[in-house]
């Protein structure tokens, strides 16, 4: 074999790597975020409305669900600014995108969890006078979040890897970061076994974080 | 029909229901006064907890009214049979209480937190005002050393327990208890059903749905027996469970009652 490996190259630029890191937690923690907003209200809102609201809503989630992630960025970044007058950067348009894409997740985990919530434990709320509001806020949100905690950890952490597809348009997050050191260094094996290694550490300290706020609000049953 | 001297705190008048074809309720009437311990018995299907679930409204019916100190629980009084707003349901509700055959505490509120959740929200009561409630009555059932224990670290008969707490401490009007210990090993029955007695003691108004009969002829003032959705026969402990009640359709239900429990 007359391959060498020589991380020299990567070392030295290492701070794209790293600023990459950082970046791609950035977009996944505040889409994450709008998606969690997203993605409760319209499961609130699913599990209370009729039908239209339910088919437009279902609408959405199987759109997402069914289109690549590459391709909803290229729509959103390329597609949308063509047919509409609108001007953004790609971060901007990324973390749009992915926003949409896991409040669509989100949504299916949130309608699954409340629909989840035992029907007595609702009983329970109107008997000793609860509003529906009161209901939703103080019975049903938090026995939801505890069934579906297991499912949005394993949401999250896909979540955050998803935000690889963000070098497609330029962001300089983690893969994009490494395809640079790959076009000036040519060190494609060495660079990408680091940043393997920075997902996959990053992803796994994601999840241990996620396990122990699992093991703080498990409901025993 | 109404009687101004003793008017009932409780009044069930004609109400009727289905599910589907199914009538599960066939023109009910029952009055209960303030004090009175009220046991519902009859074979399973024939339409008892769905009466008492009527009651807080916990389930609408299709005709008939059932008032709870002259109000009209789930309609509202303007003779259309218009359901209430659910803001005027809960405040409704809140003037009844409940506890259910599988308990169903919040998992995520400890025992006192269980009390204070309506105390808080519905009573506006402060927290502290609240945690000194949920205190007391932890104490009357038992329980003061398991205020901070959640639900899962309870057994059946001291959840059961906590369920009860939780109703009572609203200070309701009148209390429905819907085969409270069904759903408990035999051995934990007896201290659900002594909470229960201590309650009546109080003058607690009470409706149970309940399988024990030797606790229904002694807690009860009167007794109901349904069957086939309707109201079979009703009175005091020792004329529905004695034995020279002329009711072939009670008889045979308390007949096979024994046979299978003694």
């Given at each position: 074999m007359g391959y060498t490996l020589n991380f020299n190259l990567i070392w030295r630029n290492f701070d794209k790597l790293w600023g990459g890191l950082l970046l791609s937690l950035e977009l996944a923690v505040i889409s994450i975020a709008i998606g969690i907003v997203i993605g409760l209200l319209l499961a609130v809102w699913y599990v209370s409305a009729g039908r239209v609201v339910r088919t437009v809503i279902a609408g959405y989630v199987e759109f997402i669900r069914n289109v690549p992630l590459i391709l909803l960025v290229y729509l959103v970044f390329y597609g949308l600014p063509t047919v509409i007058d609108v001007a953004y950067s790609a971060q901007t348009s990324f973390v749009a995108t992915l926003s949409l894409y896991s409040g669509a997740y989100l949504v299916e985990v949130f309608r699954s969890g409340l629909e989840a919530v035992p029907r007595g434990q609702i009983d329970a709320g109107k008997a000793i006078g609860l509003t529906p509001w009161q209901r939703l806020l103080h019975v049903r949100l938090p026995t939801m979040l505890r069934i579906t905690l297991p499912a949005l950890s394993n949401t999250f952490i896909s979540l955050f890897k998803d935000t690889s597809v963000a070098s497609v348009i330029s962001v300089p997050e983690l893969t994009y970061g490494a395809q640079w050191i790959n076009f000036n260094t040519f060190r494609i094996v060495e660079v990408y076994l680091v940043v393997t290694a920075m997902y996959l550490f990053t992803g796994y300290a994601l999840l241990y974080a996620l396990r122990l706020v699992e093991r703080r609000f498990r409901v025993a049953h | 029909m109404s009687t101004h001297a003793n008017p009932a705190l409780l009044d069930v008048s004609e109400v009727s229901k289905s599910f589907g074809s199914v009538?599960?309720?066939?023109?009910v009437s029952l009055q209960v006064t303030r004090g009175e311990v009220v046991t519902v018995i009859g074979p399973?299907?024939?339409?008892k907890t769905t009466l008492l679930r009527c009651v807080n409204f916990l389930e609408s019916y299709d005709s008939g009214s059932i008032r709870i100190d002259g109000k009209e629980v789930?309609?509202?009084?303007?003779?259309?049979r218009q359901r209430r707003s659910e803001r005027d349901l809960a405040a409704m509700r809140a003037e009844t209480g409940m506890v259910f055959q599988s308990f169903?505490?919040?998992?995520?509120?400890?025992a006192a937190g269980n009390i204070m959740l309506g105390l808080r929200?519905?009573?506006?009561?402060?927290s502290a005002e609240a945690r000194q409630i949920a205190e007391h009555w932890l104490g009357r059932v038992g329980l003061a050393h398991k205020a901070?224990?959640?639900?899962?670290?309870?057994?059946g008969g001291q959840q059961q327990r906590v369920g009860i707490a939780r109703a009572v401490a609203m200070e309701p009007k009148i209390l429905l208890l819907d085969e409270?210990?069904?759903?408990?090993d035999p051995e934990l029955v007896g201290e659900v059903l002594e909470v229960v007695r201590s309650l009546a003691e109080d003058g607690m108004t009470m409706v149970m749905v309940t399988h024990e009969m030797a606790f229904a002829r002694d807690a009860s003032s009167r007794i109901v027996f349904m069957a086939d959705g309707g109201v079979s026969a009703a009175g005091p402990p020792a004329e529905i469970?004695?034995?020279?009640?002329?009711n072939e359709r009670l008889r045979s239900f308390l007949a096979r009652f024994r046979a299978s429990h003694f």
């Open positions: - | 009538e599960v309720l066939r023109s399973s299907g024939s339409g789930g309609f509202r009084e303007t003779g259309t169903n505490l919040f998992p995520h509120l400890t929200k519905v009573r506006g009561k402060s901070d224990s959640l639900p899962a670290e309870l057994s409270i210990t069904s759903a408990l469970l004695g034995a020279e009640i002329d």
